[in-house]
């Protein structure tokens, strides 16, 4: 298998991110390796072809965002809005990952080996979302469709205002947002976050030590009772 | 926007130098604060019986020897005068209280911003790297330090309005973020006999908490009663005489990083401003949890 590298001390950002936008014949099959990246924000953002990105330490904002196919992996932190509206395709963040990490995505599969900030997941639309640490307050806020899987501990209101999104929590939780209730495992979301443990590296953490959570569905409809809120 | 960034050199050898390593750090945050700059010092201390006064005039033509000469002889001190472009520090055993009187008396053009036995403090318009080079930053040597660059959203790019503010000796602060509660912070604190030099919502914070430190609150209550306080986005950096401080507002709506290397600690906005530092690889590198107070001691 290939592999390109660039050393973001020597190569502007545009150029590295130019060249991942070439054509599928140029980059499929392809590693191509970004060395120092020093936290520049928008690291390979809106790739479309089915290459294996590494980026060698730590990330600035947004990185890996808009997503398609692509396999990016950060082996340092990632700064805010990591994989945010993700398409598909996978990116893997092997330090931490600041606030708004998989915000709005869409698809694919995102995985945070150390804690994710605040806003983890917001209004995520079908992403499957692992983290290995802990989220911060207002994870998975509006969260719509797609897993967040949580193998440490949440802040406040997680789920506040969810829709159909799942979420799975292995510690304590500080606090549920709005209409969000702890749910049976049922035999359909246990088999997802068999999958979802089994796919981020997580195969021999015990999938019933987890809490599914989900939506109570009492703000879907307006309700008279609630005219004062507004 | 704006762009905090902090260091607390621990490594006695590289204190020389900590202007050096400071500067990539506050150009690496120009995207984020491009208009004005500033940095607090905190450097050898004076003689106990002795204040240093950093001092600054708008004016570029302003005759800062003159301005020696009759502080001299009005006050009968023995006060000596460093210039730097247009600003300076002042060094004096006579007391802060005869030295503010007398320059708001016969200079009040004069804006004096620090007061302290090991702080100076420097803060102009321009970009980062215009400020760092009109100012010497890289030459600068001492333990820790504080930095800003600023985007102004809510008052005008002066010098006077760049951070960092300071409220009592060797004290000061830098804040990245904005305040909507920050005038009728100041109408209340008024009432309490605080006096404010610019209108801008930092300086708010910083007298607020200058108020309560006065009310014989410790640093960690003051904070605690600024989290009741003070309404909008903040990350808060301070610096004392011995240690730099940080706190994030509840909603950790402000970024910040947080290096810790046997060698140094380093505190900035964004990783881009620590990914210089020497030996950053085996720094602890994370990121401030909201609400908390973090602090780091020489």
Not at chain 1, 164 to 170: K, Y
Not at chain 2, 212 to 223: C, P, Q
Not at chain 2, 261 to 278: K, N, Q, T
Request: negative net charge.
């Amino acid at each position: 298998m290939e592999t390109v590298t660039f050393d973001l001390e020597k190569t502007p950002l545009r150029e590295v991110n130019q060249y991942l936008h070439s054509d599928a014949a140029e980059l499929d099959g392809k590693t191509v390796t970004i060395t120092n990246p020093g936290g520049a924000h928008n690291i390979a953002v809106g790739l479309k072809a089915d290459v294996d990105v590494v980026i060698d330490g730590h990330a600035g904002y947004y990185a890996a965002g808009m997503n398609q196919v692509a396999n990016v992996v950060i082996e340092g932190s990632a700064g805010t809005g990591v994989a945010e509206n993700m398409m598909s395709g996978r990116v893997h963040v092997k330090g931490f990952a600041s606030n708004a990490a998989g915000a709005t995505a869409q698809g694919g599969l995102l995985v945070i080996d150390g804690d994710a900030g605040l806003r983890c997941g917001i209004s995520m639309k079908g992403v499957d979302i692992v983290v290995g640490g802990s989220v911060g307050s207002f994870s998975a806020f509006m969260a719509q469709a797609g897993n967040l899987v949580i193998l440490g501990d949440a802040g406040e209101a997680l789920g506040d205002s969810l829709y159909e999104a799942r979420i799975f929590v292995r510690g304590n939780i500080q606090s549920l947002g709005a209409d969000c209730e702890v749910k049976p495992m049922d035999e359909e979301a246990r088999q997802i976050l068999v999958k979802l443990l089994k796919e981020s590296g997580h195969a021999d953490v015990d999938p019933d030590s987890f809490t599914l959570l989900g939506s109570a569905r009492t703000l879907y409809n307006f309700h008279v009772d609630n005219a004062g809120a507004y | 926007m704006c762009g905090i960034v902090g260091l607390l050199v621990k490594n006695q050898k590289m204190r020389a130098n900590i202007g050096g390593l400071m500067l990539p750090m506050l150009i690496g945050m120009t995207e984020r604060g491009p208009d004005s700059a500033g940095l607090a010092i905190f450097g050898a201390p004076v003689d106990n019986s002795e204040r240093k006064f950093s001092l600054y005039c708008a004016s570029p033509e302003f005759d800062w020897a003159k301005l020696s000469v009759d502080l001299n002889n009005g006050l009968k001190a023995d006060a000596k005068v460093e210039v730097k472009v247009n600003h300076a520090v002042v060094t004096t055993n006579t007391s802060p209280e005869s030295v503010k009187a007398w320059l708001n008396e016969h200079y009040p053009q004069v804006h004096l911003l620090s007061v302290g036995q090991l702080m100076d403090i420097y803060k102009d318009t321009g970009t980062p790297a215009q400020v760092a080079s009109r100012y010497d930053f890289s030459k600068l040597s001492g333990s820790h330090l504080v930095g800003h660059t600023r985007m102004a959203t809510e008052s005008a790019i002066t010098p006077s309005h760049a951070h960092p503010f300071t409220a009592g000796e060797d004290w000061c602060l830098v804040h990245n973020g904005s305040l909507s509660n920050a005038h009728s912070i100041r109408r209340k604190l008024e009432h309490e006999g605080i006096s404010f030099e610019t209108d801008n919502d930092t300086e708010a914070a910083c007298r607020f908490l200058q108020w309560r430190m006065r009310e014989g609150d410790d640093l960690k209550t003051a904070l605690e009663h600024g989290f009741e306080e003070l309404d909008g986005f903040y990350t808060l950096l301070m610096g004392t005489k011995d240690q730099l401080a940080l706190v994030r507002d509840p909603f950790a709506c402000k970024p910040a990083i947080v290096a810790e290397h046997d060698d140094y600690v380093a505190i900035a906005s964004e990783f881009r401003s620590l990914a210089h530092l020497p030996d950053i690889k085996n720094a602890k590198v994370f990121e401030p949890a909201p609400k908390e107070m973090y602090v780091w001691k020489l």
